[in-house]
């Protein structure tokens, strides 16, 4: 016959020590070292195109609040039809992309922090070349406002900011 002891026997003799106590955080954004507001969480939402060079990499929405990001990644691998039946075989248009969009509190208004990753082959028919571009910037952008950030090798980020949906 088995005999098993309770969990909390176990737990005799343990003594909390100062470690065990909760901590306090302090109530700052960590990117500004500002203090935090004292107001609902504030919520975003953006409508996001993509391109590289003329070629539509991802679209969509981006729901992100004041404490949370958020982040896409793409891996695209497919022929690229301008080269010949046999080049096809050895080239490929691979493609990643990265793109994260986050807030920032400035304290009198909120901003937003995008930050684009785009690996692509080239072009070329017979090379195995790669060329890597990025977008690291912050945008300001009220409801209904609209930009588009450009990067190299054709990288194109179109940001339009959306209202909550209700």
């Not at 090379?127 to 450009?150: D, Y």
Request: proline content about 6%; glycine content about 6%; charged content about 30%.
């Amino acid at each position: 016959m088995l005999a098993f002891a309770p969990a909390a026997a176990s737990a005799q003799g343990y003594r909390p020590n100062e470690e065990d106590r909760p901590r306090e955080f302090p109530n700052i954004y960590w990117f500004t070292e500002k203090n935090r507001r004292d107001t609902p969480l504030q919520n975003f939402r953006f409508e996001v195109k993509v391109t590289g060079g003329e070629r539509l990499i991802w679209a969509g929405e981006l729901y992100l609040s004041e404490y949370e990001g958020a982040r896409i990644e793409t891996d695209l691998r497919d022929i690229n039809p301008a080269c010949s039946y046999e080049e096809r075989r050895k080239v490929s248009r691979n493609s990643a992309l990265v793109l994260t969009l986050s807030s920032v509190d400035y304290g009198e208004a909120y901003g937003f922090w995008l930050r684009t990753y785009w690996e692509h082959r080239l072009p070329q028919c017979g090379e195995l070349r790669s060329a890597i571009a990025f977008i690291n910037v912050p945008v300001q952008l009220a409801e209904g406002e609209s930009e588009t950030v450009e990067g190299d090798s054709g990288l194109r980020v179109h940001l339009k900011r959306l209202p909550w949906p209700q």
